[in-house]
């Protein structure tokens, strides 16, 4: 099993100057898989700019035009884990000898690897051979090789052998053309201004720009309504709200409030009554610890207090923290609803 995806190709991997000189090394190495001096070829950027779909569309036409030659995509977290299975199982020849017979072998995020010396020592071993007998390695990475702490030298100095290029993040043109290209691909009709709105407002990479096609084709269907402008100022709308509820103080003293069941007005009025106190002094340690604020910031944000209530504030809760084990445990649940966001 090549585990390559099929949808992924060349053709739907849309061209801009975000990507030009990585799709054109992908291309050259997909038509001449270990004989270009990209190899290895090492594609580098933030996430869902179009790491993986690039990688995979390389491997899929390997397998299309040469179907007898072994092209396997992995990632590098699968590989790990295969890996430390085989430590557990005594198999670890049987999974060096299964790569040792890959023609094409693609690692999906190899930053993945950092801090795991034996998982780097086994790929530097396959690496090696694979290289050495003129078979084709491409890699992907979240950043450039030099910022891959927790990465062997001499494996990342095996990186530098190849080419290493870089996506960026897509221009407003290349946004118009990914969008239209999809929903071209799905049958679907967005009018031009819609487009443009969307190319417009959704700038941050190309996933993002995906999910939010995603939910307004679900809206289409679900309201039996062709897409208009007002539908994907809607979708957005729904889109932006989320992301600054994830950050935002409003989001922590909403939280905050409602868990010592008293009106979010109160964390910002006069009141010293102490279940209020009590709220208020914790929602700014959370203010401190989960925003950007400053502590000036977080005081104008709750009445208008200074700044030296707020570092009270803070280091009353962390002397609770410290002193009571019941009030230890409502920060920590208190946590939980602001944990990942
Ligand atoms: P990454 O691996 O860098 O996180 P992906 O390859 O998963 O990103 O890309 C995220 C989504 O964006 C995928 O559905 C992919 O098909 C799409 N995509 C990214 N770049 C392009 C492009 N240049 N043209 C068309 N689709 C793209
Ligand atoms: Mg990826």
């Known amino acids: 099993k090549s585990q390559l995806n099929h949808t992924y190709s060349f053709e739907n991997y849309i061209e801009g100057d975000c990507n030009r000189l990585a799709r054109s090394a992908g291309l050259a190495v997909a038509n001449k898989p270990g004989t270009t001096s990209f190899n290895p070829l090492m594609i580098y950027g933030g996430v869902g700019l179009g ?16 179907p007898d030659k072994f ?86 100095s095996r990186f530098k052998w190849g080419l290493t290029a870089d996506l960026q993040s897509p221009d407003f043109e290349t946004r118009m053309a990914i969008i239209q290209n999809k929903m071209q691909q799905d049958g679907i009709d967005i009018p031009p201004q819609v487009v443009e709105y969307l190319a417009h407002s959704v700038n941050t990479n190309v996933r993002e720009l995906e999910g939010v096609l995603i939910s307004l084709v679900a809206q289409s269907s679900l309201n039996r309504r062709e897409i208009d402008l007002e539908m994907a100022k809607q ?18 003293q909403k939280t905050v ?21 009590t709220a208020r002094q914790v929602a700014m340690y959370f203010a401190k610890e989960h925003t950007s604020h400053s502590l000036k910031s977080i005081g104008h944000n709750f009445g208008g207090r200074d700044h030296s209530t707020v570092i009270h504030s803070v280091q009353t809760v962390s002397d609770l923290i410290d002193s009571d084990k019941s009030f230890r445990s409502t920060i920590a649940e208190l946590r939980k609803k602001f944990a990942g966001k």
């Open 51 to 66: 790491k993986t779909h690039l990688v995979q569309a390389i491997g899929n036409h390997i397998k299309a035009t040469t």
């Open 235 to 252: 979708a957005l709308r729904h889109i932006i709200e989320e992301v600054e509820a994830e950050v935002n103080l409003d989001f922590i």
């Open 257 to 277: 409030a409602e868990y010592f069941s008293i009106p979010v007005d109160l964390l910002k009025a006069k009141t010293r009554k102490k279940e209020v106190v």
């Open 71 to 156: 092209v396997l995509y992995v990632s590098a977290e699968k590989f790990t884990n295969q890996f430390i299975e085989s430590l557990r199982n005594n198999g670890v020849q049987d999974f060096a000898n299964f790569y040792l017979l890959v023609d094409t072998l693609i690692l999906d995020d190899v930053q993945f690897l950092s801090g795991k010396d034996k998982t780097q020592e086994m790929f530097f071993h396959i690496f090696n051979h694979l290289h050495q007998a003129g078979r084709q390695i491409v890699m992907t990475s979240d950043r450039p090789p030099r910022d891959l702490n927790g990465l062997e030298d001499r494996l990342l």
